[in-house]
Structure formats: structure tokens, C-alpha cells
């Protein structure tokens, strides 16, 4: 290193003698590069090293040898074999993490250290998902196995608690990680009690089926939601463990192995994964980011928030479309409870007033339709959509001039248009005018001079709203569809005028004109095609002699003497 630093001052006093004598710089020759690359290599080398993926390469050989193993007959003839070679295995693996731990924090090597906790509490319910095998020889053995798992894993915490110093996690992620591993061994014993009584296969109903709904609905998102409940650092220190988001991912590898196991338990038991099932604990954990946003980001911004707030609405979309499911309009009612209550803590917090009657919106329009028959009406489903995206438009026009929640409105209106038509071919097409035209309506409310960028916002939808226009005159459209969102959006815009006198936006009336003779313009391309090239040539004569008598006439004004 002294030597190359040394070569390095000799090679800049020579560049620097040469600049003062007038010369020109010397540069290095190309066999000078071979050094560079070659470092460069050794650095990023040492930076591979230096995370060390052999642990991790480890832990995959380990999960890889045990499925094969439990599909190899000429290794382990047996059930039971194979689940003792498995579960011993994965036994005496965690148990040398926790060990090569404690050794490395007691040598000071934290990285590595923290990294081999990482991987013990990836694998911590990897046994549960072992056990279940043994669900369908005996329950004596399925007791034995929960119980002992749970010890070890108790007993590897304990030592890791009390042997690594910088690892002081909280009472209540203790209490927590205790929850979820007390509810992943029951579930193991649950499963095999009521398996006794399941009859056949793929089987919709009883107790078993019950039971395999519940989990997934109630019990897994109950769970997740405790994240919300954990304490938040007010430190962040430079390790890894005091970190101010490892509580909070520590406990979040838990629900992802709790996820795994009741995976394993449906397949084992024959209970497939829908995605209805699945969106409860979606919505619950959008609100862990919500709230936990601060673990994450220090000093969010307004911005983050807002998007974070919006996450619930995305993830109830999943159980979108089921017929005969109550799962959307449960998590939808929670989500309005959820909005609810942070209009209350947030009192100045406008954005979630509108999120919350989007969700009412959404609540109207996934009325069961058994409750609805009830009070002697006539179901319709479309038509409760409708009524809600109509209600959440109106209200929110009323209380929001901002133009981000154009997207998300017009967004809603093509899709209510859409729903309306859909017997009819041209429901698309309907549905994407409306969405456009909605869009460009409420633009006439925004204050441009308060957001930057909302004049080209407008113009740009306003171009994609005429670009559309001509894509729907190419299907062969009826010459007065186009004209009447056209004959819309120019009343809107005129009345605005007339009445507080403000004739911004002006790319709406020509985008309106543009959208009127989008089918005349169709049509004359359409008989152009068709008509003779003598007739075009001579068409084309009479049109220059025009312009040329237009430009005639009017160079006095635009020439110069």
C-alpha cells in the first residue's frame, strides 16, 4: 500500500512538472488498467464476503435436503423416519444458530452474529410445518412433537436473550412472538383433532372446513394486527438489532412462517388457497404500514402518508368479484372504521375524509344481496355500484378541489359506465369517455396557480381524451355518440365562463372540436382511400389554388417591404 501510494505522489509530481514546463499531461498507458479492473473486482469480492451468503446458501441446502428426503422411498421407507431424520435435523440446525450467535457477539462480530438470529427466526416454525406430516399417523405424536418444539424454540430465545447483549427486545414482542408461537402449535393439534371427523375430499362444509376458514379469516389477521400494538424505538443505534424497524420485521417473519404453515395445513389437508381468504390479512397489513410508516421513514412526508392511507382500499379489491362471499364488505367496513377513526385523531386530515367516503361508496356497493331481498327490494348489483361511485363523486366534488383525486374519481365513473353497458359491445369505449370527461369536468374546479404541473395535466388528458375519440370513430361508431360528450364538456366550460367569468382551460374547447369531427375526419380518410388518384390529384389542385389566393391576399400584412 506504501508503495503504490508512493508510486502514485511520483506519478503526480511527474504530471505536475510536465504542466509547468508547458508540455502536455501525462496519462497512464493501457497496461495501467489491469490494476483498476482487478482491484475493482477484489473490492466488490470482499464486499460479497463480507455478507456472507454461505449462511444463507446453508440454511437453503437445509430446506432443500429435507424435501428430498421426505420424497426419497430408498432413504427412509417410513413416514415416521423421514419426520425424525427432518425433524431432528432442522432441530439441531437452529440450535447451532443460536449457538454461532452467542460465540460471535461475544467476539464482537455483529453482522454475522445478527444475520445467523435472522435466519433462526426464519426457520423458528419451520418444525409446526414438519409436525404436520405426522397430523395423519397419531395424535399422541403430534403432542409430543408441538410441545417439544415449543420448549426449544422457548429455551434457543432465552439463551440468545441472555447471552447477546445488544439483543433487548421488548416485553411485548416477547409477548407477541409467544402468541404466535403458542397459535402455530395449536393449530397443528386443531387440525389433527377435526381431521378425524373430515369425510372425503375437497369437502366445503363441517367442522374442519370451518375451522380452515376461520384461520385464514380471523386468526392470521388477528395476529398480524398485534404489530400495530408493539412499542416504538425512540432510538435508532447503529446495529442492526436496535435498529428502529427490526421489531417490527422480526415479527413480521413470524406472520409470513404463520402464512407458510397454514398453506401447508390446506394442502396437507386438502383445503385449496382462495383469494378471498387472503385479503383480510392484506388490508390488516396495509394499516401496519400505515401506522408503522414512522418505523421505516424518518419523518415521513405528507405524501407517504397519503399513499400509505390508501393501501387498505388496494388490498380489499382482492375478494372483488366473488359471488356468494361477505369478505369484501366485511374488510371494506373496517377499512371505513379504520378512515373514521384517523378523521378523528387527524382532524385537519382531508384526504382521509374522502378515502372514507370512498369506502362507504364501496359499502353500499357490496351490499349482500340476501340483506337486500330481506327488506323486499330488487337486487341489483350494478346498480348498488352505481349508486355509490355517484354518491362518493358527488360528495367528493363538493368538499375537494384537488386535482389528485381526479384520477381515482374519473377512475370510478368509467367504471360504473362500464358495469351499466356491459351487455352492450361498446362498454369500453363508453366507460373511457366517461372516465375522460369526468376528469376534465372536475379540472375546471382546480386553482392551477396552487399545484404545478396542473395546466399540463389537463392538457395531456385532454390530447388522450381526443386520441380515444378517434380510436372509437375507427369501430364504426353512430355519427352522434362522440358529440355528446363533446357537447358536455364545451357547456360545462362555457357556463364557468359566463358565470365567474374565467376562460381558462382552453385546450377543452379545442379538444371538443377535435372530438366532434373525429368521425367526419374518419370518414373522409375512409373515402379517400377508395376514391381514384385522378380525382384526389385534381381535388388537391383546387385546394392549393385556394391557399395560394389566401397567401396572395393577405402578404401586405405578414411581408415586409
Same mark, same amino acid.
Given at each position: 500500500m506504501v508503495v503504490c501510494q508512493q508510486e502514485q505522489r511520483s506519478e503526480g509530481s511527474m504530471n505536475d512538472e510536465a504542466n509547468s514546463t508547458g508540455a502536455g499531461p501525462v496519462f497512464p498507458s493501457s497496461t495501467d488498467a489491469t490494476p483498476l479492473n482487478s482491484g475493482k473486482f477484489v473490492y466488490w469480492l470482499k464486499r460479497l464476503l463480507a455478507c456472507n451468503p454461505f449462511y444463507l446458501l446453508s440454511a437453503a441446502l437445509l430446506l432443500f435436503g429435507m424435501y428430498r428426503v421426505s420424497i426419497d422411498p430408498s432413504f427412509l421407507s417410513t413416514e415416521v423416519s423421514q419426520l425424525v431424520f427432518n425433524f431432528t435435523s432442522i432441530q439441531f440446525y437452529e $440450535?447451532?444458530?443460536?449457538?454461532?450467535?452467542?460465540?460471535?457477539?461475544?467476539? $464482537?462480530?455483529?453482522?454475522?452474529?445478527?444475520?445467523? $438470529?435472522?435466519?433462526?427466526?426464519? $426457520?423458528?416454525?419451520?418444525?409446526?410445518?414438519?409436525?404436520?406430516?405426522?397430523?395423519?399417523?397419531?395424535?399422541?405424536?403430534?403432542?409430543?412433537?408441538?410441545?417439544?418444539?415449543?420448549?426449544?424454540?422457548?429455551?434457543?430465545?432465552?439463551?440468545?436473550?441472555?447471552?447477546?447483549?445488544?439483543?433487548?427486545?421488548?416485553?411485548?414482542l416477547l409477548a407477541a412472538g409467544a402468541v404466535v408461537?403458542?397459535?402455530?402449535?395449536?393449530?397443528?393439534?386443531?387440525?389433527?383433532?377435526?381431521?378425524?371427523?373430515?369425510?372425503?375430499?375437497?369437502?366445503?362444509?363441517?367442522a374442519a372446513y370451518e375451522m380452515n376458514e376461520a384461520s385464514w379469516l380471523w386468526l392470521l389477521p388477528t395476529l398480524c394486527a398485534l404489530a400495530i400494538l408493539l412499542p416504538c424505538l425512540r432510538e435508532d443505534g447503529k446495529l442492526l438489532v436496535q435498529r428502529r424497524w427490526f421489531p417490527v420485521i422480526l415479527f413480521l417473519f413470524w406472520i409470513a412462517g404463520t402464512g407458510a404453515h397454514l398453506y401447508a395445513l390446506g394442502y396437507i389437508y386438502d383445503f385449496p388457497l382462495r383469494r378471498e381468504l387472503l385479503t383480510p390479512l392484506l388490508c390488516v397489513l396495509a394499516w401496519v404500514v400505515h401506522f408503522r410508516l414512522g418505523d421505516f421513514v424518518e419523518k415521513p412526508s405528507p405524501v407517504w402518508r397519503h399513499v400509505t392511507l390508501t393501501l387498505p382500499l388496494v388490498a380489499a379489491l382482492a375478494a372483488i368479484g366473488i359471488e356468494g362471499s361477505r369478505v369484501f364488505f366485511a374488510v371494506t367496513a373496517l377499512n371505513a372504521l379504520g378512515f373514521l377513526a384517523a378523521i378523528v385523531l387527524q382532524r385537519d386530515n382531508r384526504f382521509a375524509r374522502h378515502l372514507f367516503l370512498f369506502a362507504l361508496a364501496m359499502l353500499v356497493a357490496a351490499v349482500p344481496s340476501e340483506w337486500v331481498v330481506r327488506v323486499g327490494l330488487s337486487f341489483n348489483r350494478e346498480k348498488f355500484i352505481v349508486v355509490g361511485a355517484v354518491a362518493w363523486l358527488l360528495l367528493g366534488a363538493l368538499l375537494s378541489r384537488d386535482p389528485r383525486l381526479a384520477l381515482p374519481a374519473a377512475f370510478a365513473v368509467a367504471l360504473a359506465v362500464g358495469i351499466l353497458r356491459a351487455p352492450n359491445g361498446d362498454a369500453m369505449h363508453w366507460a373511457v369517455q366517461a372516465g375522460f370527461v369526468f376528469f376534465l369536468l372536475h379540472s375546471l374546479c382546480w386553482r392551477d396557480y396552487e399545484h404545478n404541473g396542473a395546466v399540463g395535466v389537463r392538457i395531456f388528458m385532454a390530447a388522450a381524451w381526443v386520441a380515444h375519440s378517434f380510436v372509437w370513430a375507427d369501430?364504426?361508431?353512430?355519427?352522434?355518440?362522440?358529440?355528446?360528450?363533446?357537447?358536455?364538456?364545451?357547456?360545462?366550460w362555457g357556463l364557468r365562463g359566463f358565470v365567474f367569468q374565467n376562460w381558462s382551460g382552453i385546450a377543452l374547447p379545442i379538444a371538443c372540436l377535435l372530438v366532434v369531427l373525429c368521425n367526419p375526419t374518419h370518414h373522409g380518410v375512409t373515402k379517400l382511400q377508395t376514391t381514384p388518384t385522378g380525382v384526389i390529384a385534381v381535388g388537391a389542385s383546387f385546394l392549393l389554388f385556394a391557399v395560394g389566393t389566401t397567401l396572395a391576399l393577405t402578404k401586405h400584412r405578414w411581408q415586409k417591404r
Open positions: $440450535l447451532l444458530l443460536v449457538g454461532t450467535a452467542i460465540f460471535l457477539a461475544r467476539r $464482537l462480530i455483529w453482522y454475522d452474529s445478527v444475520l445467523l $438470529l435472522v435466519l433462526e427466526n426464519l $426457520l423458528i416454525l419451520v418444525p409446526f410445518i414438519l409436525i404436520n406430516q405426522a397430523g395423519l399417523i397419531e395424535q399422541q405424536t403430534v403432542w409430543a412433537l408441538c410441545i417439544f418444539a415449543v420448549v426449544v424454540a422457548v429455551g434457543r430465545w432465552g439463551a440468545a436473550r441472555g447471552w447477546i447483549s445488544v439483543l433487548k427486545p421488548s416485553p411485548h408461537l403458542v397459535a402455530n402449535a395449536a393449530l397443528v393439534i386443531a387440525y389433527r383433532i377435526l381431521q378425524e371427523t373430515k369425510m372425503g375430499k375437497g369437502i366445503a362444509s363441517g369501430v364504426n361508431v353512430s355519427f352522434w355518440q362522440p358529440m355528446i360528450p363533446a357537447a358536455l364538456v364545451f357547456t360545462c
